[in-house]
């Protein structure tokens, strides 16, 4: 029953990625590849209609994995507390910034929020890589079951670590070089011109940074997390999840030379969704990993009562399945190129109705 | 929640009479909700966050029962809300005049069932069912029916929704009395103090019965201690007197200069002028609620302003009945002015809700005080708390600005400047 939850929360967290990672991107390259208003519009239009819908993902994981795992929330999200306070500032800055700059024209109110719109987006994508180097070179948990952890100490990996040390901050900049790389692609493939052709050019160059910096982030990992080795000597079937993400960077090579942008787009998202199944892969059964192997939480010791976990079961495909059908209706009313003017799905995020 | 209903009010008369006025009526409420909802999307992930961050012990005790109604939240209103809102404001002309009905209809049902999920997991603090207490004295669900039919959790829902409505017939009413008190946009304004006042005057009786006075009932009997501090009762009596007005004064263990109903107190709980009542002095001091004297003064200002509402949406639909409501330049001025009122009552209610509950974070299972983050110390928990307030401090300031703006270039179809922002228009 754990092995389930912990398997539907891992995919539900993957689906937050993939989808609020190309919005995420997008806003990170923001001020980089839309150089004029009208561009500016135009990125913000293509994801206008369905971020929010993204970012329930995040809450709808963040619920399950509280009902599900009440323990490691509880763990985690106080552990976490002030780099997860800074998450919810930035969410809220980055949200507000979609919504509101189209309101008001003037010289100084669009610049304000669009440079807020691609600050927080890119420090986002760099706290979400961090948390997942936090999970896997594991917390300083001790007996009680807790741990807190401060934003940096010395950057080294010992007992007492920071949020930031030398591994977080590397996938930290991984995860900002992949999300980059995954929003350029979005960009790319829903705008037109020369927007579409910038997008293109900066998915490209960063190909080459997410590629080198994957496999430097996998090489370092076996050695900060010895399970990861455990486990793919146990499972061998597990290294299906690294070819994922490889054949993922291979499609989008391929298929951007190709201007295949579709596939280019879906290669990222396999590629994303290869890098974190890994990772989830790498530590099972720890739900958090600790510097103590002793105390880690694990599926097991964390989870819910088995009752509340068979009747949720039940709730979570048929409200899944329904979520999944609305999604599905709004990305394809929403379907194509984007342009300014007219109904949706033209017009940024907040064209006059 | 209040205006999502009032949206599918608008669009039902638009579907139904034709009049293009109602259609616009809508699309101008629909900015509205699009600022109000952007702003209850980024404010509202933290509240589901802090469960973790800053009550740790409590999440790790009862994040198995409480987690289920705050993800099927997430899973069942907030897809629903999120995937048709987007349709709703982008998709008009796509969807067609049916289609977009279904929008709203859809935006509505989303907004209200989430109310649902939520007031249930509050309801579940105040009055909890369906959980046995588990070996290492964590809470497990027992009985999944028995959490979402809570019996609190239908009322105080009820209770709830009603406030909301009403908060979104007062500000379209008021917005509607500020239109015609200015000379402009007088269609609108009619539409908007019309549909304020027919929907507003049924919300208000509503509110206060069957609702809450079923609530008072409920509190009554199992939160008998909440009850004799809110009504600031020191002495248990038969007959118990309704207090109007008055100051508590805790230590003295008396009210100062009370305005009083006789017997009033017994009758609205027990439905007998004789009934006994039991006062503060009747419980131990260690069951008490933290801050009487601020959980007294929330609980009489929402029970005021209730009054209040109450009688100006009657006076106001008699107006409208006979139809001089739009003339009537005192009933619009009232109208104008009540709008920021049932914000500061939806306030009210929830201290009432939560300063009640105290001592208890799970009534009658945890205390306050046990359920916080064991690892989190108060410098940090003060750095995120001014941060947390900044930040809606600003965003306060960007709202009030945004909607003045909206209520401003008004519902008219907009004049664009050339890239397509609207334009403020003269008057």
């Not at chain 1, 004029?36 to 913000?44: F, N, S």
């Not at chain 1, 997008?199 to 370092?220: E, H, N, P, Q, Y």
């Amino acid at each position: 029953m754990e092995t389930i939850w912990f398997c539907l929360v891992a995919l539900m967290i993957a689906a937050y990625v993939l989808l609020d990672g190309f919005d995420l991107g997008a806003g990170a390259i923001h001020l980089l590849v839309a150089k004029t208003d009208q561009e500016r519009r135009l990125v913000l239009a293509s994801i206008g209609p369905v971020w929010d819908g993204n970012e329930v993902w995040l809450i709808a994981a963040g619920g399950t994995l509280y009902f599900a795992f009440p323990a490691l929330y509880a763990s985690g999200f106080s552990g976490f507390y002030l780099p997860l306070t800074m998450v919810l500032w930035l969410l809220i800055v980055r949200g507000v910034s979609i919504e509101f700059r189209n309101h008001i024209r003037s010289a100084v109110w669009q610049p304000m929020w669009d440079f807020l719109f691609c600050a927080s987006s890119a420090l986002l994508a760099v706290f979400y890589g961090a948390a997942l180097g936090n999970v896997v070179r594991g917390v300083p948990l001790d007996g009680s079951g807790y741990f807190f952890e401060p934003l940096w100490t010395n950057f080294r990996l010992g007992d007492n670590p920071g949020i930031l040390d030398w591994y977080t901050v590397l996938v930290g900049v991984l995860a900002l070089a992949a999300l980059v790389m995954h929003g350029a692609l979005w960009v790319r493939m829903k705008t037109l011109g020369a927007l579409s052709e910038r997008a293109a050019r900066g998915a490209g160059s960063t190909w080459w940074l997410v590629a080198l910096l994957s496999i430097l982030v996998t090489w370092v990992s076996f050695h900060v997390q010895p399970n990861i080795e455990k486990n793919f000597s146990r499972w061998p079937w597990g290294v299906l999840f690294p070819l994922l993400a490889a054949a993922g960077m291979g499609a989008v090579k391929i298929y951007l030379a190709r201007k295949d942008e579709w596939k280019a787009f879906l290669g990222s998202c396999a590629y994303l969704a290869g890098m974190l199944t890994s990772a989830v892969f790498g530590v099972y059964p720890m739900v958090l990993p600790a510097r103590n192997p002793l105390y880690a939480l694990t599926a097991e010791n964390a989870k819910a009562g088995t009752y509340g976990l068979k009747i949720g079961l039940i709730w979570w495909f048929i409200g899944i399945a329904l979520a999944v059908g609305y999604s599905t209706f709004v990305y394809r009313s929403f379907a194509g190129k984007v342009n300014l003017g007219g109904d949706a799905p033209s017009g940024s995020t907040r064209e006059p109705l | 929640m209040g205006l999502a209903l009032l949206l599918v009010y608008l669009k039902t008369k638009a579907l139904r009479t034709g009049d293009e006025h109602y259609n616009r009526g809508a699309r101008f409420w629909a900015r509205i909700f699009g600022i109000n909802f952007a702003l209850g999307v980024v404010t509202g992930i933290p509240m589901e966050f802090q469960f973790g961050t800053n009550w740790a012990e409590f999440s790790k005790t009862a994040g198995g029962v409480i987690g289920q109604t705050l993800a099927m939240e997430g899973i069942f209103s907030f897809f629903l809300e999120s995937s048709f809102l987007g349709l709703f404001l982008y998709g008009e002309k796509r969807l067609g005049r049916i289609g977009h009905w279904w929008a709203a209809f859809l935006v509505w049902l989303g907004s209200w069932m989430s109310g649902y999920l939520i007031v249930a997991t509050d309801a579940w603090m105040q009055h909890p069912t369906g959980y046995t207490v588990g070996s290492r004295g964590e809470i497990l669900l027992s009985s999944f029916w028995g959490l979402l039919l809570n019996k609190w959790a239908v009322w105080q829902y009820a209770h709830t929704m009603m406030g909301a409505t009403q908060t979104g017939c007062f500000v379209m009413a008021a917005v509607g009395a500020f239109y015609l008190l200015t000379g402009r946009d007088e269609a609108y304004g009619r539409m908007f103090v019309k549909t304020g006042v027919l929907v507003g005057v049924t919300a208000a009786c509503l509110q206060l019965f069957p609702t809450g006075d079923l609530q008072g009932k409920m509190v009554a009997k199992e939160q008998p201690v909440t009850l004799a501090a809110m009504e600031g009762l020191f002495e248990t009596q038969q007959g118990a007197p309704l207090a109007i007005l008055g100051q508590p004064d805790v230590p003295k263990m008396r009210l100062d200069n009370p305005l009083e109903v006789p017997q009033a107190l017994s009758f609205l709980t027990y439905r007998k002028w004789n009934a006994n009542v039991q006062g503060l002095q009747g419980f131990s001091k260690d069951l008490w609620p933290d801050r009487i004297s601020l959980l007294y003064y929330s609980y009489h200002v929402m029970v005021g302003l209730g009054t209040i509402f109450i009688a100006v949406m009657l006076v106001a639909a008699f107006l409208l009945w006979h139809e001089k409501i739009y003339r009537s330049r005192w009933m619009l001025w009232l109208l104008m002015m009540c709008a920021p009122l049932p914000y500061i009552a939806n306030t009210a209610g929830w201290m009432t809700a939560e300063l009640g509950r105290q001592p208890w974070l799970i009534y009658g299972l945890m205390r306050t005080a046990n359920g916080i983050s064991p690892r989190v110390g108060a410098g940090n928990a003060w750095f995120t708390l001014i941060g947390f307030t900044g930040m809606y401090g600003v965003l306060a300031i960007l709202w009030l600005f945004l909607i003045w703006r909206e209520i401003e270039i008004g519902p008219e179809p907009r004049r664009l400047d050339a890239a397509g922002t609207p334009l403020v228009p003269e008057h």
